[in-house]
């Protein structure tokens, strides 16, 4: 995009998920400058499993950030190079290891959002996975993950919990939103 250029850069922190940069930026607005911290963090793959009876399922996650466990749509990094298969890898991955499921139906990329353009370039990019089902090796959670259960709620159960505000991470709510938009809800 015209008019962003990359001043100066300082790298406050690094850790193989995230980084922490402090730079100078121009941009549009502001030709002579503006500094800016960023957390630098990998992109993102989130999906719906819908099963075959038309509920979607979400896991139980401990979340240590804020303290409490979370209802999400499995969701996880894109590891190595990011491309629009590595992406669908990881749909498919972060589906099977968080929620012990596969697809027999289609997975259909619903486009991406920016979770908090504010202080991250971190992108998730949503999936609806039809058809879903339990694979015969089950979840398989990494040393990372304190993942309590898997449950399947049916769409009207959904949207209460959403309404109530027991549902209330990101990814999930703009994984609904999407699928609401989009018709599919």
């Keep these: 995009m015209s008019g962003w250029k990359e001043l100066s850069r300082e790298v406050l922190t690094e850790t193989p998920y995230m980084s922490v940069v402090r730079s100078r930026v121009a941009t549009p607005s502001r030709p002579q400058g503006i500094q800016w911290t960023v957390v630098h963090r990998k992109q993102a793959a989130v999906v719906a499993p819908r099963t075959p009876e038309g509920s979607y399922l979400l896991v139980r996650q401990e979340r240590v950030a804020v303290r409490r466990d979370l209802w999400e749509f499995p969701a996880g990094q894109v590891d190595g190079d990011v491309t629009p298969e590595s992406i669908l890898e990881t ?88 699928l609401v938009a989009l018709g599919h809800i």
């Design 91 to 178: 749909a498919h991955r972060e589906l099977g290891e968080e929620a012990g499921c596969r697809v027999t139906g289609e997975i259909i990329p619903l486009g991406a959002f920016y979770p908090s353009a504010g202080f991250t370039d971190e992108q998730s990019h949503l999936f609806l996975a039809t058809n879903v089902v339990p694979r015969d090796e089950g979840h398989a959670h990494d040393e990372a993950e304190a993942i309590f259960e898997c449950h399947a709620f049916p769409p009207e159960e959904l949207r209460a919990r959403i309404a109530s505000g027991e549902i209330c991470d990101a990814n999930t709510l703009s994984l609904f939103a999407r």
